[in-house]
């Protein structure tokens, strides 16, 4: 049995991996999926405060009262700023790294030096017109996303602390050497994650896959991304 810890992407929570938990668990797997500070359930807790090394925190105390070993964490979109900070500083417990259409920051990057400027002034004028100053209003979902699944997720889905973009990942411990695996999901626009899947090509210590779809394949096509993860399950 493998345990799979997730961070979620930007705007989005636990919710949004609830086709997963049944497909992994009869499986024999186990799925963890926490939802991060300021999102939500959680919406209620945000802050103009709340930035990438709170989340990073909130996985670590996931870790830790839930005393998880072994695990196998994944990042999604925005969760892979988030995993890379959390397996520098706990390295004893993660099994393997997955990053699933996700950003792959280098030391002292924020999502923000992974983005264009253009992309960078869009985001904060959002944040100013939409948010108050400090919250980024939610992305619209892929266009493949199926109208029940839209009808259900998009009412939930809610602003992202701008801090999140905007705080650099400082690693404590060195380059990471753990087993990294990316997921690239091939209908996901080819300038957002393609570029961290051909790096990962090109670097010692990754795996790569490829999934038909867009970029929540936990919602659109999660008996594909189940069998995709048993498969880096069984490489160890």
């Known amino acids: 049995m493998a345990t799979f810890l997730v961070a979620h992407g930007a705007w989005t929570a636990a919710w949004g991996w609830k086709k997963m938990h049944p497909l992994l668990l009869a499986a024999g797997h186990r799925l963890v999926t926490p939802t991060l500070t300021g999102l939500g359930e959680r919406a209620h807790l945000a802050t103009p405060d709340i930035g990438l090394d709170t989340h990073i925190q909130d996985i670590l105390g996931v870790l830790d009262c839930e005393d998880l070993r072994d695990v196998i964490l994944i990042g999604h979109s925005y969760g892979g700023m988030v995993v890379t900070g959390v397996a520098d500083r706990a390295r004893g417990r993660i099994a393997q790294l997955v990053y699933l259409d996700a950003f792959v920051p280098q030391d002292g990057q924020s999502l923000f030096d992974l983005q264009s400027p253009e992309t960078q002034v869009y985001f904060r004028e959002q944040a100013k017109s939409g948010g108050g100053g400090w919250r980024i209003p939610p992305m619209a979902m892929p266009a493949d996303t199926p109208p029940d699944d839209f009808a259900w997720s998009n009412p939930r889905r809610v602003p992202q602390p701008l ?11 060195g380059p990471l050497t753990l087993p990294r695996s990316y ?40 008996d594909t991304l189940r069998d995709l993860l048993e498969m880096i399950t069984a490489r160890p």
């Open 163 to 173: 801090k999140c973009f905007e705080q650099r990942l400082h690693l404590q411990n």
């Open 183 to 222: 997921i690239w999901c091939r209908l996901t626009a080819p300038h957002s994650f393609r570029r961290f899947f051909d790096r990962a090509h090109g670097e010692p210590g990754w795996r790569c896959y490829e999934i038909e779809s867009s970029h929540n394949p936990h919602i659109t096509t999660p």
